[in-house]
């Protein structure tokens, strides 16, 4: 696809932490977030304002809307070089809007250009993107100018109105025909078999119908219309692709360290309002941690909040799970003990990918509570010590839970500390020092430097500049990620008439996505819904 | 660690298949068999028998118990090579046995040995292995003559009284230190925090105290206290870390095609006894697909076979779910038509391990179901055609659910339709055609292959030869796992007065596999104990 001008650009900084490449991965500039960070949600400002974090969004041909939030005093100390950065660049833009909230961000971004005029800019390219769950950006639907079947190839190609073109091959445009012979509309699923699908399919004729559609004849006179949007969503360019992915899973990440102001959101908000709900799970997503204020300090809270995204997870302690001091505790974590930073349940081979902990009553003495980016400190360690990082995402350890709660159980998994997708990159965290197995499947040879190892990632995650403390009161709701964060708690004493109590309950990813998805598209509206066979026109 | 004397071989072999490479992999011979099969339940046998699966285990240096199960004649007629080679090998064990079971197999295995007494043997070399879920072999247990301290190389050398050596890291030792201050022992967790944990210590002093254990003062005089069985299931050498992990993991498989007669159970049974609960749970581990046979034709059934594991899983079509032909359907199962072989809900990131088919009402024509072996096509794929393997095995692919059941969802996952783990060993397969996504994250040149790929597994599991056909009847549980087998059926025409319904649920191998141990501990006795750091003394 011929590279066409970009639409949008978002940014998202920290107020008490100006960009360092410490804090944000891997060399925190405006090129990096425009390639990589393309779409940051609007609605989560709220909860961000709150806490420090500032998102800039804006749109550089769209004619609206323009969302600029202007930072507080200490972002306005140590951002001087941003604002002037995104000032310069948005400044076009900004000059043809009418709105208020516009005028406010322009107004800001004359008073830093003022302070810093003679900084030096980086050129900025940004490519463009479908920007995930940001506002809509209404952009002129994508028509066709022309297409046609390149039979050698066998790919159809389509040039489209704004100059670019767009390849697919025949094989896919028969694998996904929408028609209801093909596709069981209900389902929205493939009744197409695949014994049944020619791979190597000619295409007898194709055209741009009247209303702008794409209708292709197949050799055996089965027809097939495409929609434009959604072929140009599902062209197979890197940056289209990219921008697909990005919009479905969501995968950009904030790294942080101890200067984090937690995201916070209201209880009640998030349970009954989508926009606050969307706020929440798109910190959840990126951030990893959110608190949530306001609940009643009872049971069955963290029970509502699963309710909220769909179900809850079960496991052998239960639907929920009440984290107090018991006599004959079946996991440390039922003491009054300090624990160690940890991820829950790497016991799994697929540990929960989220949990909520609710305070119900805190402890009279200690009991802070303790967390860190595990993905940040991963980072840190493939800095500092490749070697150590290559051994963790490489060995399996054993991991092992054993006793009584919801039922008996005796579990046993295999996880590498730090794991990795095909390329690398960090995908979860498993790690409890209490469940880590004596058993240990390493050949002589690799125990002591699996030893060495894993001490210098705790050594890393226990730096004090890397841990974020915080105290839970009656009525907070921590939500976090669990393949990401590790968190831990100091020790405590409980007041005698009331034990501390936190009443916890898993979730996991896929669950927690489906429900951003639908509410992203709830707050957004049908010009941004997500029925992806639909043929409704998205805008891009 | 020296090698000593094997104590144990268990071959398995079905008996309407005479050993092929195409059916049972890689090689079977009776090398292949002890090096990588050493242990096989008996307590599976009984439903086994029935369908033409044979278990042969004998110890060669064992007392007692010998087992031994005798050929069905279709057995025989094709098995007089394995029977010949086995009748010899164990035979000077067998001659010193009192029991009427070896007694029985003897007189078969002098029956063989008259019939083909020509028949030149391949030379067995048997490794030591723990087999893994059959009945106790008493062995002398494990007692040391000597230890001393390497304190150059920072290891502890053990000397078995059998001639043996094992080795232990100082770190290893220090970490796993099972004394209450390091261990929660109510939880059999982890005390000692990894800050804590000296991973450059040295050793005071080490001995064997007069009742057999090891006994070792750390520099800092923390003293640990270790079991010698305890540490001798832990030894660092390749075959018992192999042993130890076909313990925990009963990894191994029994590879099937068309013929496979499919491993029965009764349904009642099962839930009340653990013998026939444990013979379910490793038949379902080893062979992949178990009938349950006596449930009430009525719904809840699934739901009290999950309960006898545990729990189930939940997912977005309910606790348990329905299948019927209904109007509007939600998923592709949902209506009266073919099903192509899938696994179900690749479209979560991590599927249901283990599903539960139970029939209700049976059509009036057709709905008669059909399953392959998905590792073993996987490994045909990959002899055939490694170019396809390769694709399948790298290349991630989108899926997709969405609609409303148990409450809405919007699914997305990328998985790869044969997923294999850091060593290539196929772990998973995730294909259903229906929630193959059209959104396809490759770049062009590899959407081709893809498709080759994909067509030449789906035709190699199409082969008749290859595909497992069989009509549930009411009061039949199918019970399966979703991780290796494909499944799909027939279309199907109800009666008028009565729909054709299945009940189905899922749950996942964490929780299954835990129930298998917990059975295979009760059926064993506590010599059996899984109880990893109880300090019981467990037969080897």
Redesign the interface.
């Known amino acids: 696809m011929v590279p066409s001008p970009p639409n949008s650009l978002s940014v998202l900084l920290h107020s008490h932490h100006p960009p360092v490449p410490n804090v944000c991965p891997p060399s925190i500039n405006p090129l990096w977030f425009t390639q990589r960070s393309p779409g940051f949600n609007p609605q989560v400002e709220p909860s961000f304002l709150d806490s420090g974090w500032q998102t800039f969004i804006f749109s550089t041909c769209s004619p609206r809307p323009l969302i600029f939030f202007a930072g507080d005093k200490a972002w306005e100390e140590h951002s001087e070089m941003w604002m002037s950065t995104l000032a310069r660049f948005a400044r076009p833009v900004f000059q043809r809007s009418p709105s208020p909230v516009v005028c406010k961000a322009m107004k800001a971004c004359r008073r830093m250009e003022l302070r810093a005029p003679s900084f030096c800019m980086t050129p900025v390219h940004i490519r463009r993107h479908q920007t995930l769950g940001s506002a809509p950006m209404p952009v002129a639907a994508h028509s066709m100018r022309h297409v046609r079947a390149l039979d050698e190839e066998?790919?159809m190609a389509v040039e489209w109105e704004d100059g670019g073109q767009s390849?697919y091959?025949f094989?896919?445009l028969r694998?996904?025909c929408q028609c209801p012979r093909c596709t069981?509309q209900?389902?929205?699923?493939?009744?197409?078999?695949?014994?049944d699908?020619d791979?190597h399919t000619g295409m007898d004729s194709v055209e741009v119908t009247k209303d702008g559609k794409v209708s292709i004849v197949w050799p055996d006179q089965h027809m097939s219309v495409f929609d434009a949007e959604w072929l140009k969503?599902?062209c197979?360019s890197?940056a289209a692709?990219q921008a697909?992915?990005e919009e479905?899973?969501l995968n950009e990440r904030y790294y942080w360290d101890a200067t984090l102001h937690i995201p916070q959101a209201d209880f009640q908000e998030v349970l009954h309002d989508d926009g606050a709900a969307l706020a929440w799970l798109l910190a959840l997503r990126r951030v990893g941690i959110v608190h949530l204020k306001g609940a009643p300090a009872e049971q069955g809270q963290v029970a509502r909040l699963a309710e909220r995204i769909?179900?809850l997870?079960?496991t052998?302690y239960g639907h929920t799970w009440q984290v107090q001091d018991k006599s004959?505790?079946?996991?440390?974590a039922?003491?009054s003990?300090?624990l160690?930073l940890h991820t829950d349940y790497p016991a799994?081979?697929?540990a929960p990918g989220v949990q909520f902990l609710h305070c119900i009553n805190q402890a009279k003495e200690g009991g802070e509570s303790e967390a860190v980016d595990g993905f940040h400190m991963a980072e840190q360690l493939q800095r500092e010590d490749p070697e150590a990082f290559r051994t963790l995402t490489?060995l399996?350890v054993?991991f092992?839970?054993?006793?009584t709660d919801?039922?008996?159980?005796?579990?046993?998994?295999?996880n590498r500390i730090i794991d990795v997708d095909?390329e690398g990159k960090v995908t979860r965290i498993n790690y409890n020092?209490?469940?880590?197995?004596?058993?240990?499947?390493?050949?002589?040879h690799q125990?002591?430097p699996f030893?060495?190892a894993?001490?210098a990632y705790?050594?890393i995650m226990?730096r004090p500049e890397n841990v974020v403390t915080y105290t839970m009161k009656p009525g907070d709701i921590v939500t976090f990620d669990n393949w990401r964060l590790l968190h831990g708690r100091k020790s405590y004493i409980s007041r005698p008439d009331r034990l501390r109590h936190l009443e916890g309950a898993y979730l996991?990813?896929?669950?927690v996505?489906?429900r951003l998805?639908?509410v992203r598209?709830n707050v957004h509206g049908d010009a941004w819904a997500?029925?992806?066979?639909s043929h409704l026109h998205r805008k891009i």
């Not at 209900?186 to 014994?195: C, F, T």
């Not at 092992?400 to 006793?403: A, K, L, V, W, Y």
């Not at 020092?433 to 004596?438: E, L």
């Open positions: 066998r790919l390849l091959p094989t896919w694998d996904n069981l209900s389902a929205e699923a493939r009744l197409l078999l695949m014994a699908l791979i969503k599902r197979f890197d692709r697909m992915q479905l899973f769909g179900y997870r079960l052998f004959m505790a079946n996991n440390v039922y003491t003990g300090k160690s799994l081979h697929f490489s399996h054993d092992t839970d054993t006793g919801y039922c008996d159980f005796m579990l046993q998994s295999k095909s020092n209490a469940t880590r197995d004596s058993v240990l499947d390493l050949p002589l125990v002591q030893y060495r894993l001490r705790v050594d226990n996991d990813w896929d669950e996505m489906s998805r639908i598209r997500s029925d992806k066979r």
